[in-house]
């Protein structure tokens, strides 16, 4: 099993930065990816940003530019920095950990509000 939880999340104002940490527990044992997803009211859950077993990230179009994603496998985390942050960000930010096909690890999520 694997645990995951997430903390950073705030009400921010439009303009400002936020960074979002994932610690894991747990038998963590050759991760295919690690990544961030956020969920908004009324709106399915899609990827932020993501890292490969290449440690090569992805992120979504809407993000891209503004948000950086990285890991430290020692402390086993993973953050999420985000800058520049916009309305459209509001939402629950949840970590996600991959280990194989149909095997995927979920935190309890973070919330992040952005508004003036």
């Known amino acids: 099993q694997v645990q995951l939880v997430e903390s950073g999340g705030a009400l921010v104002q439009p303009g400002g930065s936020l960074r979002l940490s994932c610690v894991a527990s747990g038998n963590i044992i050759n991760i295919a990816q690690v990544g961030w997803y956020r969920q908004a009211p009324g709106k399915q859950r899609e990827l932020v940003a993501s890292l490969n077993i290449h440690n090569k990230p992805t992120y979504a179009d809407a993000v891209q530019g503004r948000f950086t994603i990285s890991r430290d496998t020692a402390k086993k985390t993973v953050n999420l920095q985000m800058n520049s942050l916009k309305p459209e960000d509001t939402a629950v930010y949840l970590c996600?950990?991959?280990?194989?096909?149909?095997?995927?690890?979920w935190g309890q999520g973070t919330q992040v509000t952005v508004s003036s």
């Open positions: 996600n950990v991959r280990l194989g096909v149909n095997d995927d690890y």
